[in-house]
Every structure is written in structure tokens, then in C-alpha cells.
């Protein structure tokens, strides 16, 4: 491959020099930690361009299928030890900044997240970036270019304190901008027709504006484009305005323009900006089907073929409207009619459902939808009506009572819906799509979700990494099922105290790393016991504190008792709206100053809250843990992928029988994975119990001790009321069964202590985990989506 590639670590330390120099304009002498890493990032760049355009120009001239992966967020961290990674160029570039006196870790540790998603739901899009690169398979993901992220986290006295975050304001080197890409797209006014054409005349005018960053595989064998959209004003600058005086007045249309990709949508914001969110929505999902169709149109004359070269996968509702969009363009602009238009559109949708919560469904007041987008509220009608002609007995509708609703209109429009794990997708065809599911048996599919090993494995544990390749060779990178090639080695006493010291090391660097961010010293001889996700009460994190609290309260009855000293580690961001997941968060923190004070309690149990969870803070936790938390209401997780990521780095999981917990347990057999909890349809029947919380406390005095604490005031003395609204949620409501899932799960945390009194036991369940979990690739997913959903292929020999 041409281009300036640097291939040798005398070639790298030239093309750091010359970015340093000439993209920096800085003198060695004088260049800071920033410039180092741009001109680091940017030699790195060069390389990943090489490829970009290498893949790019082939997918041209095969001209198979694409495929096109429309979502919200994108949670992609850092990406300058990513590119680095896959291109095979750590050793030079550690040579080429030891040559200048400069700490490559400190350089990589400079760069901030780009953090454009809330949770599972926007990291599982950039691990799936990376695996489609990896594949070959030709792809784009299309997003928002949102200049705040999701908010960095803080704690004032406990309490979440959340600030913007502005990962833009040091020039970003990852992104290409495209001023030559843009569209005009339109919101409200008015329908009309003319001469016999439906013709709508919107009201209000803005453009898209791509930005492109190039996504490199294992490698470098392939690079795919993530384009994300940026908000114009069509008429950026009124010079009357500002030469009669009216400066702020003069640029308000940028303003306004710009703030469609302003923010990024806290996950539980259902009441905060819903017209500005509609219009995020349309904004980015209109921009990538214009973008899609004049790509199509540069090759093709016949719209007729779209489907055979266009596969559009909607990730969760958020993108929905791309349906109704397609479908109106092809109609009311090029003139199909509306049957055949449908047909076409439908054979290029696509739709992953990934909640079965009924608050989370998205749905849109028809009033506000019909004034921002009036004539796909009449699309949205013809495809009812078309759906009541195919069906002429079914009641159900994307648009009724007053409300579009996203789910249904997803399912009518896609060729194909998938749920994200195997109990996830059962219980999305009994329950949310019950009636669809009936008249369609074939649209729905599963697709077990997965994790790209090269960021959850071999970057963030590299001494796991090296093991395994010194065990089995480095195959299992890019085919992770090979990891069951270590089996043999597990049953060695030598290799297992290798495996053993990794995971020792792991948390050495977390206590470390802990030590120096936070003043906070961890025993690193204690088991690492983490739960870190999203606040939510569906995930329980007060299930695991209020087991904690218990299990102290048993410590304090005994101080001298042969306890197994534990860390619990937690971090998660609660939606800025969400009181009650901020209050958990308080509580944790009140009782961790408790505990951690507690010199009865405090050599066998710690609990630290660390703020700003991200994807860079996951990379360093995962590695260290001992025990991974995923204790969902069963029923309430529609996957999960940290469970995975945990399994894969040797942790052993203490898990409901819940989305992918469920698969796991399978893969690293029942006897290496601590279940408890009740079933999923056990939790549904337990909920028609009207006392089913009561009648928990009453049966386990152990929880009532600690629903007592809390009520007590004992972690909030200067505030004793503080926590008596979650004791009473628990007792009086307690929708998500915690109380009556308790019992069990404190049970099974007696059995996990057990087991790690037995250090071998513990360290052979634990390899076993990772030697079988190989299923959990994000490759094996997008296997699955390209044959099962897109019949794509991969442009890799
Ligand atoms: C993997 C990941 C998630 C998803 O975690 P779950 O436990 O599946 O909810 C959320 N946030 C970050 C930063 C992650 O890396």
C-alpha cells in the first residue's frame, strides 16, 4: 500500500517530528503533553487513511451490498491506542516517544472520551464498528455529531453533580469535516397537491453537515467510515441584521441550527425537550437516507435494485423515521407508487429492539409529530391502513390514541426486528410484539449481542493478552472462540498461577490508579466485587447495597469472625431527572463513609463509589475484578454486554437468569457462574402478590435489619429522613423485587465467599470463564446480523 505510512520506529519518529513541526507548528523543545498526542494521533491517522482509502475504493468497485447502521449514540472512548493497537504499531510508537523523552501511556491517557451515548445501547454501535471493519464488511454508521456528550460526573457531599462535557473543545484528530457534504432538510409547514403529486412545503429549513472518522479493524485489513451529522443554518449570517445594529439577531439562525446537534439526550429524559428530540431524530435519519440514496444513484439507475445493495439497520426506535422518510421520498419525489415504494423501503429496513420496559417504548404525541413532520404523518397512516388491508381483523396500529408509536411502526416497515439475547427475543414475541409476531413468524430473529475482543480483552488486560498468546498463538483476536484452546492449560498448576498472577497485577494497577486519582488506598488483597452500568433500578444497584449493609451489620456482630475481605466497587451515571437512581447513588456513598471509617469493618470491607463512569474507566476496572454484579429484575435486561466483557477478563458473575446472563451460564457451564434470583416468569407472577414485599422482610430478618438502618438515619445522622423514601419504596412498592430476590442473593454471596477461600477452585472457574467465552465476540454478532438479516458480505479475500 502507498501512502506515507510509517513502517519502521525510525520512520515513526520522522513522521512525529514532521506533525509536530508542520500540523502543530511546535518546536520540540517546547511542544507540551497536547501536542505530543496530536502528533502521535495524527502519524497514526495517516496510516489508517491508507487503508481507508484502500477499503473505500473497493467498495466501489465491487459494488455488493452496503450496510448502513443508523444510531443515536455512539460510545466510543478513546481512539488513538485503538488505531494503534490494530495497526500492530505499540512498539513504534513506544520507541519513537522514548526517543523524545516521552511516556507513551501518559500520551494515550491525555486523550478524552468521546463519549456520544448513554450506556449498553450506544457502546454495543462502536463495538460493532469495530467488528464490521474486522469482517470487511463494507458499512457506514451514521449518528450525531453532538458537541456535548454525555455529562461528567462528579460527587459534592454524595450527591451526582453533573457538568458538560466539551470533548470538542481541543481539536478532535479523528474526524474528516465534509462542507462539501451537506443536504437541506425541512420541518412543519404544509402538504399541497399538485397536478396529482403530493408535495410537501416545509416551514423551516436547516442542513447536515457530515463529519467523517475513519474505523480501522484488526490489522488494518479494512477501514469503514463512521459519519456523524452536524447542524447548519441554511442562512448562517444576516448582514442586514448586523449592519443595522442587531448583532445577536444577525446569527441566530446558526445558533438555532446548531443546537439540533448540541446535546445528547440523557437515556431517562422523557419529559425534558421532546420537539428538540423529534428533530434530532429526523435531522439525522433524513441526512443518512439522502446520503444513502445519492450514493445508490451514482452507480444506479434503476431504483428498483436499492434493496440488493442497501441494507439499513435501524439500532433501537431513535432512527425510525428513516422508514417513513425512504418511503416518502421514493413516492412523492420519484414518483413510485405507494405500494411499490413500501416494498422497497421494507426490504431495506431493519430494526433491533432493545427494551421490553413499557416507559421506554418510544412514543410521540401525533399533535407535535404532525407539526414537524406532516406529511410522514400521513405515510404513517398509509402504512396502517395497509397493514388493516393484509390483515383485516388485527386492531393494531403505529399510530392510535392520540400517539405514533415507534415500536409498532419499526415492526410494520422492517424486513427483519431482532432482539439482543435468546430470552430477550422470547420474551419480545409473547409480550411487546405478541400480535405482530403472529402475522409475521419469520421478521423476528435474535442476535445475541457481543463485545469487540480487541478493545475488552487484548488492549485493556495486556498481560491476559500475552498469556493467551503464549498459550495458543494470536489467532483468538479476531476469532475468539479459539480462546477454548486454553482448556488443556487450565487444568496445569503452573499456567493457573500465571493466570492468577495476572489477575493479581490487574488490581495492583486498580489500587494504584485508585490511589492517585481518588486518595482512596484498596486492599488489594481483598476479592474486587463490581457492579458498573447505568443507574437504573431495573439493575438494582440498592439490591447489592442493602446486601451489603446487612452483611456489615453481620460484621459488626462479630468483628473477630473469619470474614472474606471484600472491595464492592461501583460507578454509573444517573439521568440528570432521575431522582431516585441519584439518591442510590447518595446512599451508597453515605454508607461507604461509614463503613470505610468503621475500624470493626474496615480490613474486610470496602465500598468506593468512583465518579464519571466511561468506557476508559470500564478499561480499567474490568481487568481487576474478582466478582461482576449483574443482578437485574429478570425480564428487565434485554442483554447486557459488561456482563461480557467481565466473563471474557476472568471474573466470575454473581447474575439473575437475565438477558445474556442466561447465555453465559450456558457457555462457562452452571458450576462457574453464581445464579440466584427468581426466573422471569416467576417475577411476573410474584408481582400479582400484593405483599410480596413484606411478606420478603418478614421471612428474612436479616433484610429488615438493614431496611431499619436506612430508616434510622444511621448513614445520614445530620439528615435522618434521607433514605426513608427508598425503605418505603421497597416495602410498600417494590416493583422491581428486591426484597423478594434478597434472600437468595444474599445466600449466593455466601457461597461466592466460600468459593474464594479456595483460591485454586476460584482460579480454575475463573479461567474456565474465559476459555469459554468466545461466543461473546461482537464478530460473532455481526456474522449473525450479515448473513441472518442483511445478506452482506465481506470484501476481505
Ligand atoms: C459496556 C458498557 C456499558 C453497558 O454495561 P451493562 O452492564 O451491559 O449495562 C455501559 N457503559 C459503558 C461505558 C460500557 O463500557
Given at each position: 500500500m502507498a501512502g506515507k505510512a510509517p513502517t519502521s520506529s525510525q520512520d515513526f519518529r520522522h513522521a512525529l517530528l514532521q506533525h509536530l513541526t508542520y500540523t502543530m507548528g511546535k518546536d520540540p523543545e517546547h511542544a507540551q503533553f497536547f501536542d505530543w498526542r496530536m502528533a502521535l494521533s495524527h502519524a497514526v491517522r495517516d496510516r489508517i487513511v491508507d487503508h481507508w482509502v484502500a477499503s473505500t475504493r473497493k467498495t466501489y468497485e465491487q459494488d455488493g451490498k452496503r450496510v448502513y447502521y443508523l444510531s443515536m449514540?455512539?460510545?466510543?472512548?478513546?481512539l488513538l491506542e485503538d488505531g494503534i493497537v490494530n495497526l500492530g504499531l505499540a512498539e513504534e510508537a513506544k520507541e519513537a516517544l522514548d526517543s523524545f523523552g516521552q511516556d507513551y501511556r501518559t500520551i494515550l491517557m491525555d486523550e478524552p472520551d468521546a463519549a456520544l451515548g448513554n450506556g449498553g445501547l450506544g457502546r454495543l454501535a462502536a463495538c460493532f464498528l469495530d467488528s464490521l471493519s474486522t469482517i470487511g464488511c463494507p458499512a457506514y454508521g451514521y449518528g450525531i455529531r453532538y458537541e456535548n456528550g454525555l455529562f461528567k460526573q462528579s460527587f459534592v457531599d454524595g450527591r451526582q453533580v453533573e457538568a458538560a462535557e466539551t470533548w470538542l473543545q481541543e481539536p478532535h484528530p479523528w474526524e474528516f469535516e465534509r462542507p462539501e457534504v451537506r443536504f437541506t432538510l425541512g420541518f412543519g409547514g404544509d402538504v399541497i397537491s399538485e397536478n396529482g403529486k403530493t408535495i410537501w412545503k416545509p416551514s423551516e429549513l436547516i442542513q447536515a453537515e457530515a463529519f467523517d472518522t475513519p474505523i480501522v479493524g484488526w490489522q488494518g485489513r479494512w477501514a469503514n467510515t463512521l459519519r456523524l451529522w452536524a447542524g447548519r443554518a441554511?442562512?448562517?449570517?444576516?448582514l442586514g441584521l448586523f449592519n443595522s445594529g442587531d448583532f445577536a439577531a444577525a446569527s441566530e439562525h446558526e445558533a438555532l441550527a446548531r443546537s439540533i446537534s448540541r446535546v445528547l439526550y440523557p437515556e431517562d429524559s422523557n419529559e425534558a425537550g421532546k420537539e428538540l428530540r423529534l428533530k434530532q431524530e429526523y435531522f439525522f435519519s433524513a441526512a443518512s437516507i439522502r446520503d444513502i440514496l445519492r450514493r445508490f444513484d451514482s452507480k444506479h439507475d434503476d431504483i428498483r435494485l436499492l434493496p440488493t445493495k442497501v441494507a439499513i439497520q435501524s439500532n433501537?426506535?431513535?432512527?425510525?423515521i428513516a422508514g417513513p422518510e425512504l418511503l416518502r421520498i421514493l413516492h412523492d419525489e420519484r414518483g413510485l407508487s405507494f405500494e411499490e415504494a413500501f416494498d422497497i423501503t421494507h426490504h431495506c429496513m431493519n430494526y433491533t429492539n432493545h427494551t421490553l420496559l413499557p416507559e421506554a417504548l418510544e412514543r410521540w404525541d401525533e399533535r407535535l409529530f404532525g407539526r414537524l413532520l406532516p406529511r410522514h404523518l400521513q405515510i404513517i397512516d398509509r402504512i396502517d391502513d395497509a397493514h388493516y388491508k393484509a390483515h383485516p381483523h388485527r386492531t393494531l396500529s403505529a399510530r392510535s390514541d392520540g400517539q405514533v408509536k415507534m415500536g409498532e411502526l419499526s415492526f410494520m416497515v422492517s424486513n427483519r426486528v431482532n432482539g439482543v439475547s435468546a430470552l430477550h427475543t422470547d420474551l419480545m414475541k409473547k409480550t411487546v410484539f405478541k400480535e405482530l409476531n403472529a402475522l409475521h413468524p419469520e421478521r423476528i430473529v435474535n442476535e445475541t449481542n457481543g463485545v469487540t475482543p480487541r478493545r475488552w480483552l487484548h488492549s485493556c488486560n495486556p498481560k491476559l493478552s500475552s498469556l493467551i498468546t503464549e498459550t495458543i498463538g494470536d489467532e483468538w483476536v479476531a476469532d475468539l472462540e479459539q480462546l477454548k484452546k486454553l482448556e488443556p492449560a487450565i487444568e496445569e498448576a503452573g499456567w493457573l498461577e500465571r493466570f492468577t498472577q495476572v489477575k493479581t497485577d490487574n488490581k495492583a494497577a486498580l489500587c494504584d490508579y485508585v490511589s492517585k486519582a481518588h486518595g482512596i488506598n484498596l486492599n488489594p488483597e481483598a476479592m474486587f466485587d463490581i457492579q458498573i452500568k447505568r443507574m437504573h433500578e431495573y439493575k438494582r444497584q440498592h439490591l447489592n447495597i442493602l446486601e451489603t449493609i446487612a452483611h456489615w451489620l453481620e460484621i459488626k456482630d462479630?468483628?473477630?469472625?473469619d470474614w472474606v475481605p471484600r472491595v464492592k466497587l461501583f460507578a454509573g451515571k444517573a439521568a440528570q431527572g432521575y431522582y431516585f437512581a441519584k439518591d442510590i447513588i447518595r446512599l451508597i456513598n453515605d454508607f461507604a463513609k461509614v463503613a470505610n471509617a468503621d475500624v470493626d469493618t474496615r480490613d474486610v470491607l470496602q465500598v468506593v463509589f468512583l465518579p464519571n463512569y466511561n468506557v476508559t474507566l470500564a478499561e480499567r476496572l474490568i481487568p481487576a475484578a474478582d466478582l461482576s454484579e449483574q443482578i437485574s429484575t429478570a425480564g428487565k435486561e434485554a442483554s447486557g454486554t459488561g456482563n461480557m466483557k467481565f466473563a471474557l477478563n476472568g471474573a466470575l458473575t454473581i447474575g439473575t437468569l437475565d438477558g445474556a446472563n442466561v447465555e453465559i451460564r450456558e457457555q462457562v457451564g452452571a458450576d462457574n457462574f453464581f445464579l440466584f434470583g427468581m426466573l422471569a416468569d416467576e417475577v411476573m407472577q410474584r408481582r400479582m402478590m400484593h405483599d410480596h414485599a413484606q411478606q420478603a422482610i418478614n421471612a428474612d430478618p436479616r433484610l429488615a435489619r438493614a431496611l431499619d438502618a436506612l430508616r434510622s438515619g444511621r448513614f445520614s445522622p445530620e439528615d435522618p429522613g434521607r433514605y426513608t423514601h427508598i425503605a418505603d419504596n421497597l416495602t410498600w412498592s417494590d416493583y422491581f423485587l428486591v426484597c423478594s430476590d434478597f434472600t437468595d442473593y444474599w445466600r449466593a454471596q455466601r457461597e461466592v465467599d466460600q468459593v474464594y477461600t479456595e483460591p485454586q477452585k476460584w482460579a480454575k472457574m475463573a479461567a474456565l470463564n474465559v476459555a469459554r467465552?468466545?461466543?461473546?465476540?461482537s464478530d460473532r454478532t455481526i456474522r449473525g446480523y450479515m448473513c441472518d438479516i442483511w445478506e452482506a458480505k465481506s470484501l476481505i479475500p
Open positions: 449514540e455512539f460510545l466510543i472512548g478513546r441554511v442562512d448562517p449570517f444576516d433501537d426506535t431513535h432512527p425510525a462479630n468483628p473477630s469472625a467465552s468466545g461466543w461473546f465476540s
